[in-house]
């Protein structure tokens, strides 16, 4: 049988029927195979029978699949007014934080602070819950491996969310707990779902978690000690937060309780220690890059010393100043590849 010569021929007679009963569509065009192609519909083979009813829903659907292209293109419209305008807000941060750098002195120490404002600042944060949510929105609606895909997406979008380079400590709470929040969202939503999403959630974040530390961990072996005077302070506030990595998840559930159920927050704390029962590496890989954070940070002195001042001058410490400079683009770039990453997980599934 020539496929290509039955669709047609299918699709044309199902165009000529006169009625709108799907029923006596079907039936007239069951009754043609006999007619006409001398074939009973229990002897069709699978890819015949799938080039039957898939010309006969390319007919009946025809209208819808012109709305649904319309839809999709103007849902393309849309992301792409989206992406302008995304690109223009992190323009308009970064001339804006050019300007306030160049009226507010030279003063080494308000221009670190004023850096690392720029780089909490220039990223698309703002936006992470609504990706974080159409992630795992997506996932349920493929509804195979709904756990195992999760995690990959949500490993994805928190690793390069964190930018371990520049780990921090507010950041890493703000993004954590946006991250729950959309799962939380959802879950209840979908209750019969909720433990898959809290789960792989929860495993997606540790799974970044212990990427990303690891990545900064490689980052203090090699960064200039020039680099590391910058960001002194910085680094003794994560050095806490990673002493006490058992109780930052305790921490951010204690302030996602006030906005929502106490039972769903319950689960996903005893979802979160079952993951955590059943692996230290979170911890003991915290507990490594504190002893070498320690080392580190023991080799710099504090204060305006001759030896001090020519650190804050060299090279490598201007650069590192330079960086803000490139902020807005590194952080549109981490979170392009954090929606890349998510979509190439999506569509393997």
Not at 145 to 158: A, G, M, R
Not at 300 to 305: A, L, N
């Amino acid at each position: 049988m020539n496929l290509e010569t039955f669709k047609r021929d299918i699709k044309t007679r199902y165009r000529t029927l006169g009625t709108n009963d799907i029923d006596a569509k079907v039936s007239s065009l069951i009754g043609s195979l006999q007619n006409e192609w001398a074939v009973s519909p229990d002897a069709l083979s699978l890819q015949e029978l799938k080039t039957f009813t898939g010309a006969m829903i390319e007919e009946e659907g025809l209208s819808l699949y012109s709305e649904l292209e319309e839809l999709i293109a103007q849902k393309e419209r849309i992301e792409r007014q989206i992406a302008r305008k995304s690109e223009e807000l992190q323009h308009l941060k970064y001339n804006l934080f050019n300007a306030v750098e160049k009226q507010i002195g030279s003063n080494d120490e308000t221009l670190e602070r004023l850096h690392q404002v720029k780089l909490q600042s220039i990223d698309l944060l703002e936006i992470l819950e609504e990706i974080t949510e159409s992630a795992v929105i997506t996932t349920l609606e493929k509804g195979s491996d709904i756990e195992e895909t999760l995690e990959e997406i949500i490993k994805e979008i928190t690793f390069e969310s964190l930018n371990a380079n520049v780990l921090n400590a507010i950041r890493i709470r703000r993004i954590l707990a946006s991250i729950l929040q959309s799962a939380l969202n959802v879950a209840e939503a979908t209750p019969n779902q909720a433990d898959l999403i809290l789960r792989g959630t929860l495993r997606g974040i540790h799974t970044a978690l212990i990427k990303s530390i690891d990545k900064f961990r490689q980052y203090l072996l090699y960064v200039p000690e020039e680099v590391k005077a910058l960001y002194r302070d910085e680094y003794k506030t994560i050095e806490m937060e990673l002493d006490n990595v058992d109780t930052l998840f305790t921490q951010i559930f204690h302030g996602l309780k006030s906005h929502n159920n106490a039972v769903i927050i319950q689960k996903l704390e005893h979802l979160n220690e079952e993951i955590a029962t059943s692996s230290d590496e979170l911890s003991r890989l915290s507990k490594e890059t504190v002893e070498l954070l320690r080392n580190r940070l023991a080799r710099i002195k504090r204060g305006v010393t001759a030896r001090g001042n020519r650190l804050l001058q060299s090279k490598s410490a201007q650069e590192a100043k330079a960086m803000g400079a490139r902020a807005w683009s590194v952080a549109k770039s981490a979170m392009e590849g954090a929606i890349k990453g998510a979509k190439e997980v999506i569509d393997k599934k």
